[in-house]
T-cell receptor, first 115, second 115 residues
Framework: AQKITQTQPGMFVQEKEAVTLDCTYD???????LFWYKQPSSGEMIFLIY??????QNATEGRYSLNFQKARKSANLVISASQLGDSAMYFC????????????FGTGTSLTVIP | DAGVIQSPRHEVTEMGQEVTLRCKPI?????LFWYRQTMMRGLELLIY????????DSGMPEDRFSAKMPNASFSTLKIQPSEPRDSAVYFC?????????????FGAGSRLTVL
């Protein structure tokens, strides 16, 4: 089974609008971290936001927020007030603490912001 | 902090040649990961080290690939002999600690083209 599933290969959003990028995960570990990374066309991988499995509040970092629904095992990224510079690939990732401690990445969602 | 440093940034070589990719993790980070990214297969974990010890190399494609981490500040990924299908961007990433909260920091990547 896939550890991280991103079902949206591509998304479009109008500039200044909000957009939600979906991510579901699969783990039996009680302790884990969830991450989102951005990869612009220049190729670097940029860390955006982190959510711990024991965190009760949804994580927020500026225009990024993580909609964490533990029972559904989902960790959707919400980008508010989209900007042209948000056009990029977005990867969801998970780190299991007690089972190998490695990072698992999804297949990514390509976001295009339309002016 | 200089971040994760990878070299070379770009490598073009001919089939059959040996390729060595290098990585210097962030000082103090004790986990190091090698990933390969292609359009077809996305982001694949090749191998990762904890405290210089290889923990999981199940992602290494075949015997042509080998990775070493002789000390905490240096790792190499070697391909011998190289083949055109090895053409990809190879990322090195490092992380500190072994809790879910520790962010994975990526290098800029090494773009390999095998002719």
């Amino acid at each position: 089974a896939q550890k991280i599933t991103q079902t949206q290969p591509g998304m479009f959003v109008q500039e200044k609008e909000a957009v939600t990028l979906d991510c579901t995960y699969d783990t039996s570990d009680q302790s884990y971290g969830l991450f989102w990374y951005k990869q612009p066309s220049s190729g670097e991988m940029i860390f955006l936001i982190y959510q711990g499995s024991y965190d009760e509040q949804n994580a927020t970092e500026g225009r990024y927020s993580l909609n964490f629904q533990k029972a559904r095992k989902s960790a959707n990224l919400v980008i508010s007030a989209s900007q042209l510079g948000d056009s990029a690939m977005y990867f969801c990732a998970m780190r299991e603490v007690n089972t190998g401690n490695q990072f698992y990445f999804g297949t990514g969602t390509s976001l295009t912001v339309i002016p | 902090d200089a971040g994760v440093i990878q070299s070379p940034r770009h490598e073009v070589t001919e089939m059959g040649q040996e390729v060595t990719l290098r990585c210097k993790p962030i000082s103090g980070h004790n986990s190091l990961f090698w990933y390969r990214q292609t359009m077809m297969r996305g982001l694949e974990l090749l191998i990762y080290f904890n405290n210089n010890v290889p923990i999981d190399d199940s992602g290494m494609p075949e015997d042509r690939f080998s990775a070493k981490m002789p000390n905490a500040s240096f790792s190499t990924l070697k391909i011998q002999p190289s083949e055109p299908r090895d053409s990809a961007v190879y990322f090195c990433a490092s992380s500190s600690g072994q809790t879910g909260a520790n962010v994975l920091t990526f290098g800029a990547g090494s773009r390999l083209t095998v002719l």
